[in-house]
């Protein structure tokens, strides 16, 4: 199995570009979370889908952020425009039941906005 | 709302000495509990988890205990060795399938 899948692993940019961060989760996995991680506020959930649906997204920041999960295997997180507090780790992670099954995080995207 | 305090922020042992880590929650629903280990730049793994039917679980040197009524858990790490050294997080969810982190703690392992 080849884990959850991030990319890209680093990025760089300048404020007010659009980032695209993506994931595709262990196939079989119902859920799928996206975290963020700073020095500051730890790791904090964003936002996470069951079957595809969002199902909470009260730790999205604001409405600069939104993601989406088109299919089983694949979901976007995407920050328009970019700014520079924005600069962290984003995490994707994958669970095949929420219920008292562990998470399965990505090597993360590390994001610079400049 | 929903909080996990973790402590200590950082902790320093030598090795083969014993390490603790506690928690405590507040979702008094909350039924399943991981700790995970973060090496530096890389991901956060799953080292260990407990359910809230059980009390203790252990895994060669690694145990978790559970502690319902309090509201709180604990890692424990035995005959530390330096590749133990990361920042390790506990977690605690409840049946709405969030995990809410702790703050982390820094565990140095001296040789």
């Known amino acids: 199995d080849a884990g959850v899948i991030q990319s890209p692993r680093h990025e760089v940019t300048e404020m007010g570009q659009e980032v695209t961060l993506r994931c595709k989760p262990i196939s079989g996995h119902d859920y799928l979370f996206w975290y963020r991680q700073t020095m500051m506020r730890g790791l904090e959930l964003l936002i996470y889908?069951?079957?595809?649906?969002?199902?909470?997204d009260s730790g999205m920041p604001e409405d600069r952020f939104s993601a989406k999960m088109p299919n089983a295997s694949f979901s976007t997180l995407k920050i328009q425009p970019s700014e520079p507090r924005d600069s962290a780790v984003y995490f994707c992670?994958?669970?095949?039941?929420?219920?008292?099954?562990?998470?399965?995080f990505g090597d993360g995207t590390r994001l610079s906005i400049l | 709302g929903e909080n996990v305090e973790q402590h200590p922020s950082t902790l320093s042992v030598q090795e083969g000495d014993s390490a603790v880590i506690k928690c405590t929650y507040s979702?008094?629903?909350?039924?399943?509990f991981p700790w995970y280990k973060q090496e530096l730049g890389k991901r956060p793994q799953l080292i260990i988890d407990i359910r809230s039917n059980v009390g203790e679980k252990k895994d060669q040197r690694i145990a978790v205990t559970l502690n319902k009524t309090a509201k709180h858990f604990s890692l424990h790490i035995t005959e530390t060795q330096p590749e133990d050294s990361a920042v390790y997080f506990c977690?605690?969810?409840?049946?709405?399938?969030?995990?809410?982190f702790g703050q982390g703690t820094t565990l140095q392992v001296k040789p």
């Open positions: 992670a994958s669970s095949f039941d929420s219920l008292n099954q562990p998470q399965h």
């Open positions: 977690a605690a969810s409840s049946n709405t399938g969030k995990l809410i």
């Open positions: 889908f069951n079957n595809n649906v969002p199902i909470d």
């Open positions: 979702d008094s629903a909350s039924n399943y």
